[in-house]
């Protein structure tokens, strides 16, 4: 292999480590500059050297953030009007790799909530929840037990996409569950079904693995003080990387169908 080839393959290796897995240009350059004042990253989060937000200065900056997004949240009173309030928040860097902002997916009126972790590089480009591998699982499985997008709200923890689909920060969790539960708020599902476990973990605010929490209903409180049932269960793409857990998966499905049956 030629110098120039070491070269190349090097830097395409330091690429696919820094979580670049996709060019949308020949030239290198910072989208936060491209995107100019209006959507300038605030002081705290300015990317450093390897494009990522120094640690100490965005746990500094996100007790602000999550006061911020609980601030603006408070006068929505739908889930349009929240979509405009999470594409004009300026305090989660996500955002600024993210193509799309990502808000839920299906009927805002449903009985049925589902949660996910975070848009994926499909959901990312099309704008719209569970729309790539894992989200065509997840269809199927809701057909099976008799529901659609029609009867379902499906949304997820994050709005943006982590790069390169890393595991959320507890910092970016934090301040995107404002806008997360404004959505439960405005939906006010009978049922939320949480699927894997960084999205069980922060609705529900502990720690535990998915294999001890799914398939057992607990409870989440609005800031109104209404008790919903919360089932959690396998993520799909967990499912697709562990299909021998399907069996467990469609047992947390049908579940949910009880639940629902019981209720109808
Ligand atoms: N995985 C998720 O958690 N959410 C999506 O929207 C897509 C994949």
């Known amino acids: 292999m030629s110098e120039d080839n070491l070269n190349i393959k090097q830097l395409l290796e330091f690429y696919v480590l820094s979580g670049v897995d996709e060019t949308c240009g020949s030239e290198v350059c910072c989208l936060s500059e491209q995107?100019?004042?209006?959507?300038a990253l605030p002081d705290s989060a300015q990317p450093v050297a390897g494009g990522r937000p120094a640690m100490s200065s965005l746990a500094l900056s996100s007790a602000a953030a999550v006061k911020n997004a609980d601030d603006l949240c408070r006068e929505v009173q739908t889930i349009d009007e929240l979509k405009q309030v999470v594409e004009n928040f300026e305090g989660c860097p996500l955002k600024y790799n993210a193509k799309h902002t990502v808000i839920g997916d299906g009927n805002p009126a449903a009985k049925i909530m589902l949660v996910g972790e975070a848009p994926g590089a499909?959901?990312?480009?099309?704008?719209k929840a569970f729309v790539g591998r894992s989200g065509r699982l997840l269809d199927k499985m809701l057909a099976a037990i008799g529901l659609d997008r029609s009867l379902c709200y499906i949304c997820n923890i994050l709005p943006?996409?982590?790069?390169?689909?890393?595991?959320?920060?507890?910092?970016?969790?934090a301040v995107c569950l404002p806008f997360l539960k404004k959505q439960i708020e405005i939906v006010n599902p009978d049922y939320i079904f949480v699927l894997g476990a960084v999205a069980a973990n922060s609705l529900l605010g502990n720690s535990d693995g998915i294999s001890r929490l799914r398939g057992k209903w607990m409870t989440y409180e609005t800031a109104a003080g209404r008790?919903?049932?919360?089932l959690a269960g396998y993520h799909p793409?967990?499912?697709?990387?562990?299909?021998?857990?399907?069996a467990k998966a469609w047992a947390d499905f049908l579940r949910l169908k009880?639940?629902?049956?019981?209720?109808?």
């Open 122 to 127: 499909e959901e990312d480009l099309a704008g």
């Open 35 to 39: 995107k100019g004042a209006k959507t």
């Open 237 to 246: 793409a967990y499912l697709l990387r562990t299909p021998a857990q399907k």
């Open 160 to 173: 943006w996409r982590p790069p390169g689909n890393r595991s959320p920060s507890d910092a970016e969790i």
């Open 258 to 264: 009880k639940a629902r049956e019981e209720n109808n």
């Open 227 to 230: 008790q919903i049932k919360v």
